[in-house]
DNA sequence: ATTGCTGCAAACTCTTTGCAAGTTC
DNA sequence: GAACTTGCAAAGAGTTTGCAGCAAT
């Protein structure tokens, strides 16, 4: 229940009014790992709950709008989405679909404190997103 | 005309048939940046030349099966395409559907050492895309 | 001659939008 | 009760596919 509650106050501190299937989509951007607004319809179901792929859409663009998600372009043209991370990195396999979190605090660093004493001509930097692309080796 | 040639020697040494469709998009890929399919379209009725929107999907997607050319996902949902690079970045823009290359050799060094050094546990890296989210700070 | 490519149109997938009814604050 | 959100269905955008005719090797 403390769950759901951490789930409503971010709902409210992004200025968003609170109902059942924003919470049910963060829980599920919880517990899944980078969700298709597909799957996260097909959660419902799986959970008999209830909600319209246009409601699914829309809550994740007002997500993303609040910064509470972010969107993961893919190569399959699926747009997917996680809750918004600390800093991590991505592993995509050049085979399939499928899709890694890599953790690395120390490349991050490095690649922040490059751009920051180079600096980019004309260019801010807001966000830094790094993806390996390659093949898994284990299984 | 020799540039002509070299287009069409890439697209043989890609076990390719040279068709004049597929010659012109690679000279379109190589002199107008990043261009999506319908880009491609578009200029190839700019020089009053045919091809069906089909031809150039299949074309693109051979071209990348072939590593000739890579695809770019971007946020709106459209893919973009360009010749496969030496390696280079990317700066999209937060407000727009801007995107620009960004070369940094110095800085692909140290990613490609850090991760050659360091490893990733259960994943061979073939690739490295990086970009940079913000704002362009020119014009 | 064989194999591969093009053009076209239809089909598909993913995402967005309009609006009436229902909910939240 | 004002403002916002939902569900539904329809529309839209981008991409893929099947196939007959044509072109490249």
Redesign the interface.
Do not use: A, P
């Given at each position: 229940m403390n769950e759901l509650n951490t789930y409503r106050e971010k709902i409210v501190n992004a200025g968003l009014k609170v109902t059942n299937q924003r919470v049910l989509i963060l829980s599920i951007l919880e517990h899944i790992s980078h969700p298709s607004a597909d799957d996260i319809l097909q959660e419902f179901r799986n959970r008999n709950r209830n909600v319209s792929i246009g409601t699914v859409y829309n809550t994740l663009e007002a997500f993303v709008e609040k910064r509470l998600i972010r969107?993961l372009?893919?190569?399959g043209?699926v747009?997917r989405y996680e809750l918004t991370p600390d800093s991590h990195f991505h592993?995509y396999s050049?085979e399939d679909e499928r899709v890694?979190d890599?953790f690395?605090d120390?490349?991050l660093a490095?690649?922040r404190d490059?751009?920051e004493s180079?600096g980019?001509?004309?260019?801010?930097?807001?966000?830094?997103?790094?993806?390996?692309?390659?093949?898994?080796?284990?299984k």
């Open positions: 969107k372009e893919t190569e043209g747009v592993l050049r890694e890599y690395d120390e490349l490095l690649i490059h751009i180079k980019i001509k004309d260019f801010t930097v807001d966000e830094i997103r790094l993806q390996f692309i390659g093949s898994f080796t284990d």
